[in-house]
C-alpha cells in the first residue's frame, strides 16, 4: 500500500480534525486506508425501479424514475416542510423535506427525469418519501455511481455527530477519488492469473461501489482471498521455520522414571488415543527440534496422565519439567493427582502457587537451581522472575486460553534454549480455527474416553420444574452422589429474570436443609482460601451439593459428582455449557446434567439448549458454536485478537477458502521457503507488513 494511504483520515475532505477523532475511538480508523478497509455489512440493490402504481407499504426502500410536477410548502415555524410532488406516469407521490428546504427547491427543477431513492411512508392513503435521495440534481460533483448502496455499520456516538451510513459512504466516495489510482496491488501477477482474482484497485472500489454484483461477488472473494491467504502464509512460513531450523532439547531416551511408573504405578491401560499422543509426542521430543504441540481432549479424556508421562520423559533425560495451570484449584488439583499416581517413585514435586509462603517459596527457588526438584506445578507463580530452573525441559500448559501470550512467553525465557511446549485443552477448537490460530503448532487429539463411561445425559427444563429438580437431585443424593448447580453471575444488577447465586442458595438451602444436607458455595468474590476450603469439604464428600459460580469450569475433576445442573442456562455460550457439563460424567456411574432455563428463549438460546440436549461430542458443539457465534467469542480467539482483525473473512463461513488458500500457501513456500524469488517479493513484504503490525501470536516461543 502506498504512503499516500497512511495519511491521517482528518486530512481526507468531509472529515476534519473532530470527526476523525470520532472515527478513531469508535471505528479503528485512523488512516486513509484503514477507511478504506472499512467495509459495509450489506448492499441495497439500487438497479430496480419501482412503478407507483405498485408500491405496497412494506418495502423497505424503493427507487423510482419521474419527474416533479409541483411544489407546496406546508406548516410554519418548526412544522414548516416542503413537498414534491413526484409522478412516474403510473401515479403519484409525495417527497418532503424538513432541513434544507430553498437549498432543495432552488435545485430541483420540474419536469425533469430523476431518479429518487429512499424508505417509502404511507399516510392516509398516500405513499410519501421524507428526505429522499434525488440522483442528478442535489449531488455536488465527483459522485460515484454504483448499482448497489453499500451500508456501513457505525455506532450510536458516531450517529449523533450524523456520522451514519450514507455519511460514511459520502467519505468513501471522496476517499476513492482520490486514491483508487494509487492503490497498489498486494498479489503477484502470477496468482491473480491462476486463481482468476481481480485487482485489489478494482476490488476496494467495488466493495464500496458496486458497479455491478458480479464485480462485487469477485471483490469480496478476492479481498477473502487476500485476507486469509496471508494469515495461512504467515503461519506457515513460521512453522516451517520451527521445524527445519529451530533446536530443541533431544529426549533420547526412556529410563526408569518411566518405566517403573507404568509397570508399578499407573492404575490402568492407556487408552488407544492416549498411546497414539504419546508416541506423537515422543517423535517431537526425540527430533531435535523444539516440540510445540497442542493436545486437545475433551474433558475427562486423560490429558493429565499424557502430560504427566511426558514429564518423566524428560526427566528420564535428565531434565526438569514444569505444569502451569490457570487457577489455584486446578494447579492444587493438579499436584494431588500427580503425587498421588507418582506414589513412592522417587520423583519430586512442588507447588508453587500465590499462596505459597515465602520460606516454602525459597526453598523451592534453591532446589529448582540445584536440580533437586524435578517436577514443579503452579499459577502464574511460576512465570515471575525469581523462578530459575537449572535446566527445564518441558512445559506443560493446561487449558491454555487462560493464559496470555506474553505471560507464556516469559515462562520459555528462562532458559538458555526454549524448551519443549505442550499446550493443553478441553476447549475443542474447529478445524479452520485451529488451522488459523494455532496454526503453527502441531495438533494431537484425545479422541476417546476412558472405557466404561456413559454419555450423560442432558435435560433441559423450564424454571417453573424446579421442585422436579431438586426432588431429582434428592434421588441422587440419596444414592451417595454428589452434586454441582452453577450460576451464571454473583450478583445480577440490571435485569431479576436470572436467579442469581445469593438468592438460588437460600432456595436451595430451603429445599435442603441441614443436618440432612450439607452445601457449599464458591464465587468469584471469595477469598482464595475461603474458595478452597469450601472446595475441599465438597472434594471430600462432606458436602452433597456445591453451589457456584463458574469458577469451577474449568478441570475441576471429582468423579463422586454425578449431576451438573446449570441455572440460566441460556446466558452460557455452549463452548460454556460443554465445560461445565464435564465436571460430570468422570466415572462408570451414569452422569446427568439439567439445563434450568426460563419459559421465554431467544432462538439463538433454543438452538444452543438443543444442540447441548442432542449431543456430548465436543468437536461437534465447538463447529455448531462457530456458526452461531461467530468466532470473535469462541475461546482462544480473544487472546489471539485474530477474529477481530478480520475484516471479510469469516472463520465459521470461510472454511472450504480457508483450506484452499492454505494449500496454495503450502505450495508457495514448498518451491521458495524464504520468499525469494523475484516473483514473490510482494509476498515477503506483505508478510513483512503484517508481522510488524501484529503481535505474533501464533508461535508461542
Ligand atoms: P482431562 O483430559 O479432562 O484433563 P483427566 O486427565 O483429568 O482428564 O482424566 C479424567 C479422569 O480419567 C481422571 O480421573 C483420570 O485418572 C482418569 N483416566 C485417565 N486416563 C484413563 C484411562 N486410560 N483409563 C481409565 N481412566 C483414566
Ligand atoms: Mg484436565
New binding site residues.
Given amino acids: 500500500m502506498s504512503d499516500y494511504l497512511k495519511q491521517e483520515v482528518k486530512f481526507l475532505s468531509g472529515v476534519g480534525p473532530k470527526r476523525a477523532e470520532l472515527l478513531n475511538k469508535e471505528l479503528g480508523i485512523y488512516s486513509f486506508e484503514d477507511l478504506l478497509y472499512y467495509f459495509p455489512y450489506k448492499y441495497i440493490d439500487r438497479s430496480k425501479f419501482h412503478k407507483i402504481s405498485e408500491l405496497n407499504p412494506n418495502l423497505p426502500y424503493i427507487q423510482l424514475k419521474g419527474k416533479i410536477t409541483g411544489f407546496d410548502t406546508l406548516g410554519g415555524g418548526n412544522k414548516k416542510r416542503l413537498v414534491a410532488f413526484f409522478s412516474d406516469g403510473t401515479g403519484i407521490i409525495e417527497l418532503l423535506w424538513f432541513k434544507g428546504l430553498s437549498y432543495v427547491q432552488k435545485n430541483l427543477l420540474l419536469n425533469t427525469e430523476y431518479t429518487v431513492f429512499g424508505k417509502p411512508g404511507y399516510f392516509s392513503g398516500k405513499y410519501n418519501i421524507i428526505h429522499p435521495e434525488v440522483e442528478n440534481a442535489l449531488k455536488t460533483e465527483n459522485v460515484i455511481s454504483a448499482e448497489s448502496q453499500a451500508h456501513y455499520n457505525t455506532t450510536e456516538k458516531l450517529k449523533k455527530s450524523f456520522l451514519h451510513s450514507k455519511a460514511v459512504s459520502k467519505l468513501m466516495n471522496n476517499l476513492l477519488i482520490i486514491v483508487k489510482d494509487k492503490i497498489q496491488e498486494t498479489l503477484p501477477n502470477y496468482l491473480l492469473k491462476e486463481y482468476k482474482l481481480i485487482s485489489l484497485q478494482e476490488a476496494l472500489f467495488n466493495i464500496h461501489f458496486p458497479q455491478n454484483d458480479d464485480l462485487l461477488k469477485k471483490s469480496i472473494y478476492r479481498l477473502k482471498f487476500e485476507e486469509l491467504f496471508y494469515i495461512q502464509l504467515n503461519i506457515l512460513q513460521k512453522r516451517s521455520y520451527r521445524i527445519h531450523k529451530s533446536i530443541g532439547y533431544v529426549f533420547s531416551k526412556v529410563g526408569d522414571h518411566l518405566n517403573l511408573f507404568y509397570e508399578k504405578n499407573l492404575p ?4 488407544n488415543a ?1 498411546k497414539r499422543v504419546l508416541k506423537e509426542i515422543r517423535k517431537d521430543i526425540g527430533s531435535g527440534k523444539q516440540m510445540n504441540r497442542l493436545l486437545q ?1 475433551d ?7 499424557v502430560a504427566l508421562m511426558s514429564m518423566l520423559i524428560a526427566l528420564d533425560n535428565g531434565f526438569q519439567a514444569c505444569i502451569m495451570a490457570p487457577t489455584e484449584i486446578l494447579a492444587n488439583q493438579h499436584f494431588d493427582t500427580i503425587e498421588e499416581f507418582l506414589d513412592s517413585l522417587p520423583v519430586k514435586v512442588q507447588l508453587l502457587t500465590g499462596s505459597t509462603k515465602t520460606a516454602d517459596r525459597k526453598v523451592i527457588h534453591e532446589n529448582l537451581l540445584n536440580g533437586e526438584l524435578h517436577i514443579l506445578i503452579g499459577t502464574h507463580a511460576l512465570i515471575e522472575d525469581a523462578v530459575q530452573f537449572k535446566n527445564l525441559g518441558l512445559v506443560v500448559i493446561d487449558e491454555q486460553h487462560r493464559f496470555g501470550v506474553a505471560q507464556r512467553a516469559k515462562l520459555w525465557k528462562k532458559n538458555h534454549q526454549p524448551p519443549h511446549i505442550l499446550v493443553m485443552t ?1 476447549t475443542p477448537i474447529p478445524r479452520t480455527l485451529a488451522m488459523t490460530i494455532y496454526g503453527d503448532l502441531d495438533v494431537s487429539v484425545i479422541d476417546e474416553l ?2 466404561g463411561r456413559k454419555p450423560i445425559q442432558t435435560t433441559h427444563l423450564f424454571d417453573s420444574k424446579r421442585l422436579r429438580m431438586f426432588g431429582f437431585l434428592k434421588q441422587q443424593i440419596e444414592m451417595g452422589r454428589q452434586v454441582y448447580i452453577v450460576y451464571p453471575l454473583i450478583k445480577e444488577s440490571e435485569k431479576m429474570d436470572y436467579k442469581d447465586l445469593e438468592d438460588g442458595y437460600e432456595s436451595i438451602s430451603r429445599a435442603f436443609p441441614s443436618p440432612k444436607y450439607a452445601v457449599s458455595v464458591v464465587h468469584g468474590k471469595m477469598k482464595t482460601e475461603e474458595k478452597d476450603a469450601a472446595m475441599k469439604f465438597f472434594v471430600k464428600g462432606q458436602t452433597h451439593i456445591m453451589v457456584a459460580t463458574t469458577v469451577i469450569e474449568v ?1 475441576v ?1 471429582i ?1 463422586n459428582a454425578s449431576v451438573m445442573v446449570i441455572e440460566s442456562a441460556e446466558r452460557f455460550g455452549l463452548s460454556q455449557l460443554h465445560q461445565l457439563r464435564g465436571r460430570v460424567g ?1 466415572d462408570v456411574d451414569q452422569s446427568y446434567c439439567v439445563l434450568m432455563t426460563s419459559f421465554k428463549l431467544s432462538n439463538e438460546a433454543r438452538k444452543r439448549i438443543d444442540i447441548m440436549t442432542k449431543t456430548n461430542d465436543g468437536f461437534e458443539i465447538a463447529e455448531a458454536d462457530l456458526k452461531l457465534r461467530g468466532p470473535g467469542d469462541i475461546e482462544g480467539t480473544q487472546q489471539s485478537g485474530l477474529a477481530f482483525d478480520l475484516k471479510i473473512a469469516n472463520l465459521g463461513q470461510d472454511v472450504k477458502l480457508i483450506q484452499y488458500v492454505r494449500d496454495i500457501a503450502e505450495e508457495i513456500l514448498d518451491n521458495d521457503p524464504d520468499l525469494k524469488n523475484s516473483d514473490n517479493y510482494i509476498l515477503a513484504k506483505q508478510l513483512k507488513n503484517i508481522s510488524d503490525r501484529k503481535v505474533d501470536f501464533s508461535v508461542i516461543s
Fill in positions: 490402568f491401560e492407556l487408552t492416549q481432549g474433558v475427562g479424556s486423560g490429558k493429565t496422565l478441553a476412558p472405557p478441570g475433576n468423579s468422570r
